[in-house]
C-alpha cells in the first residue's frame, strides 16, 4: 500500500492559463473521488468514478473543469482559463467499494495547492 | 442530504488536558460518521469511523467518538493531549451503504498550550 500520489504537489499559473493535476489512487481501490478545500474550510465534493466511469459530478465543477480516469487507474483533472477563485488545495482519495458486503474509508492523497495570479 | 457542523473553529487545550471537539449532524437516512485529521500541507488521515456497530468508536492515536442518536452527535475526544496532537480536525457524514460524497464540516483547528 503506497498510498493515494498526487502530482504536482504545487502550481503556480497566471489567470487563463490550463492546469492539469494527476492523481494515481491505491492500486486495488476502484472509487477515486475529486474534492477541492478553499482555505480555512472542509473539503468539498468534485467528482468520482468507479472503475473508468465518472458516476457524479457536483455543482461546483464548472464547464471549465474536466476529470477523466481512463483505464480505471489514475486519474487527471483540468481547469481550463483558470481564474484565480480556482486558487485552492485539490485532493484525490481512493477506496474500495464493494457494493452492500463492503466500503473502505477514503483513503486521501497530499493534494496538489493551486494558485492562480 | 447530509450535513455536519462543528461547533469551534478554533480550539486550546494544555498538554495532558482533556480533547473535546464537538460534531452534530444532520442526515435524513441513518448516516455514517467519520473524523479525519489533517497536518500542515497534508491530506486527510482517517481517525475513526461509525458505521451503524458500536456506538462508542475507538480511533488511532487514543481518539475515540461516542455516536449519540438523540443529540445527532459525534464528538471526538482524548482524555490527554500530547503537543503532536496539534493539527486541523474534520468531521464528516455520508449516507449508510456508501462512501461516496463525504460531506466535511469546516473543521476545527486544535493547539495543545505546553
Known amino acids: 500500500d503506497t498510498g493515494v500520489s498526487q502530482n504536482p504537489r504545487h502550481k503556480i499559473t497566471k489567470r487563463g492559463q490550463n492546469v492539469t493535476f494527476r492523481c494515481d489512487p491505491i492500486?486495488?481501490?476502484?472509487?477515486l473521488y475529486w474534492y477541492r478545500q478553499t482555505l480555512g474550510q472542509g473539503p468539498e465534493f468534485l467528482t468520482y468514478f468507479q472503475n473508468e466511469a465518472q458516476l457524479e459530478k457536483s455543482r461546483l465543477l464548472s464547464d471549465r473543469f474536466s476529470a477523466e480516469r481512463p483505464k480505471g487507474s489514475f486519474s487527471t483533472l483540468e481547469i481550463q482559463r483558470t481564474e484565480q477563485g480556482d486558487s485552492a488545495m485539490y485532493l484525490c482519495?481512493?477506496?474500495?467499494?464493494?457494493?452492500?458486503?463492503?466500503?473502505?474509508?477514503?483513503?486521501f492523497g497530499n493534494g496538489t495547492r493551486l494558485t492562480v495570479t | 442530504a447530509q450535513s455536519v457542523t462543528q461547533l469551534g473553529s478554533h480550539v486550546s487545550v494544555s498538554e495532558g488536558a482533556l480533547v473535546l471537539l464537538r460534531c452534530n449532524y444532520s442526515?435524513?437516512?441513518?448516516?455514517?460518521l467519520f473524523w479525519y485529521v489533517q497536518y500542515p500541507n497534508q491530506g486527510l488521515q482517517l481517525l475513526l469511523k461509525y458505521t451503524s456497530a458500536a456506538t462508542l468508536v475507538k480511533g488511532i492515536n487514543g481518539f475515540e467518538a461516542e455516536f449519540k442518536k438523540s443529540e445527532t452527535s459525534f464528538h471526538l475526544t482524548k482524555p490527554s493531549a500530547h503537543m503532536s496532537d496539534a493539527a486541523e480536525y474534520f468531521c464528516?457524514?455520508?449516507?449508510?451503504?456508501?462512501?461516496?460524497?463525504?460531506?466535511f464540516g469546516t473543521g476545527t483547528r486544535l493547539t495543545i498550550i505546553p
Open positions: 492500486s486495488e481501490h476502484n472509487r
Open positions: 464528516a457524514v455520508s449516507a449508510a451503504f456508501g462512501n461516496e460524497k463525504l460531506t
Open positions: 442526515s435524513s437516512v441513518p448516516p455514517y
Open positions: 482519495a481512493s477506496s474500495l467499494s464493494q457494493g452492500t458486503s463492503y466500503n473502505s474509508p477514503l483513503h
